[in-house]
Each structure stands twice: as C-alpha cells, then as structure tokens.
C-alpha cells in the first residue's frame, strides 16, 4: 500500500508543470546508466556516514539523509554535527530512517531530484520517484566515494582544496615525525575478539600516507580492511603508539574500552608494553571512520602531538 502511495505521488510530481532540468548520463557502481540532473538540487542520501557528511563538506546539503537512532528516541547522522555541526536539529534535512529500513514513501515526500542509495538498498523501490545511482559503500577505499560524490554533484574545485590542505597537513606531519621508525595500531575489543582498524577508513588512511610503521601481525591485511584475532594474540598487536576506539556519540567513553578489553583479555596492560608506556590511547571512534577531510585534519594533529619528543628529549 505504502510503495502504490509513493507511486501515485511521484506521478502527480511527474504531471506538475515544472522547468526543464539539464541532465547528463552518469554510471552507478552496480553498472546501471542513469540520466541525472547535471546540477541537483534536492538530494536523498541513503548513508549519512560515507555518502552526508561528504556532500555536506562538498557544500552540498541535502534534502534528506538516512541516520541513527539514539536511546533518547531522536535522530541523528553519524559524525555529521562533530565533523561540520549540521545534523537534523541544526539543518533543513529530512530524516529518512535507519538502516535498511528506508521507505520509499518518505523518501517521495521530500521531493527528491536525486537518491543517491548505498549497497544494502534496491534501486528498483526507488527508480519511480527520481533518478537512482547505487554507490559501492564495501570498496576498501570509502575516499573513492567522496571522488564520486563531487563528480555526481559537480564540486570537484572544492574536493581539490580540500585534498590541497590535507596534503600540506600529511606533509607536515611526515617532516616532524620519523613515521617509518614508529610503529602504531589502531584496536579495539569487539565481540570476544581484538579487532585491530590499522588499515581502516579515515585514520587508517591517515597512517598508510604518512608512512607509520606497524604490527607484522596485521601488515598483510589489506587497505580498507580490518582483521580480527583471537585474544591470546594481543602481545602482536602492540605497536610504539596503540589506540583503543569506543562509540562516543552512542554514550560509551574511554574507560569502556578499557573494561572491553579487560573482560577479553584479563590484565591486558602486561601484554602491550603501549599500555605499560602510557601510550594505549583511546579516541572515539566515530571520528576515525567517517570519510571527512575535516577527520583527517584532526585525526593528522592528533598524531603529531602524540609521536613528536616532548621537552627534553
């Protein structure tokens, strides 16, 4: 009943007397050619990690975005208010729904020009209110993704600026620091295993281009990837410089992953000399997932602050 209703209102859209939109071709990631507007204006984003926060660094805020759901009962898109301070109470943006959970109906509401869907979704409940590309959010490189984004919404000039700070930013970094010589590790204990992110998403990126060294345990692992291990192999997870993630924006903070991975690994601390040198580090891990140039940024400082000598040394 629900997809008849958004059918009925997409053609009464369609029928409505409105000025003619440019258009160009464009190839989604499930090899579909779709003509879309050259310049949209009314976007539906169905991923607010990998596809919201990107168009809203890109300038582009859009009409509506799938989220989260926080215990309180409200709305909220991943690392979006943490990375530019939009989010659904600060913006003009629909919330759409969770997950999988997003109904065609109240994506037609918002009079979408573009839905832009991530890989858990079909396109085929979507394709009758407007144009549907299917963007690949399991590529190992989620950058790849920020790439297409300002291609779809023609903001590549400002995708090259903020590439051009990075890069001044990751130079730094590798001036300063002898990367090479020093080995970091990003874990955390998920599910009674020691999950280790050295590869993974933003600070993952950050790591590979400055050059860090890392744990022979996960130097096979490929980029965009994480691996799991068993807790007996914590000892090979140590590095000079080892953080531990928690989800911030859901509640939890530093001591829980603490507790986490001292109900994996009892006395945890005598396995990673990291921890005995006051060098296990924990940071949310919302910001060192999400792909946002502006995380990259902090994440870069972060690291120098934490891997250049202090006083004395």
Known sequence: MKFATAALFALALATMPVA?????????????????PAEPQRIASLHDLFFSVPLIELGVLPAGSHGRAAEDG????????????????????????????????????????????????DPELFAHIAPTILLDFDRSDKFELYERLAEITGTQD????????????IGQLRTLVDTGSTSVNVIAAVEGQIRSYRHFAALGRVLDDAGFAMPE???????????????????????DLVFVTYRAEMGETPQDAYDLLEATVPGYCAFLTACQN????????DETFVSSYGALGMLTYTLLALTTPPAGQ
């Open 217 to 239: 345990a996960v130097e096979q692992v490929a980029y965009g990837q994480m691996s799991d291990h068993s807790p007996e192999m914590l000892p090979t997870m140590d590095a």
């Open 20 to 36: 003619a939109q440019e258009t160009r071709s464009f190839t989604d990631d499930d090899g579909r050619t779709v003509e879309i």
């Open 158 to 169: 400002r995708l090259a600026l903020l590439e051009a700070r990075y890069e001044q930013q």
């Open 278 to 285: 006051g060098r296990l580090i924990a940071i949310p891990r």
């Open 74 to 121: 409200s709305s909220f898109m991943r690392s979006s208010k943490m990375m530019t301070g939009v989010d659904f109470d600060t913006a003009d943006i629909a919330f759409l729904g969770t997950g999988t959970e997003i109904d065609p109906e109240t994506v037609a509401a918002i009079e979408p020009d573009l839905i832009i869907l991530s890989t858990n979704q």
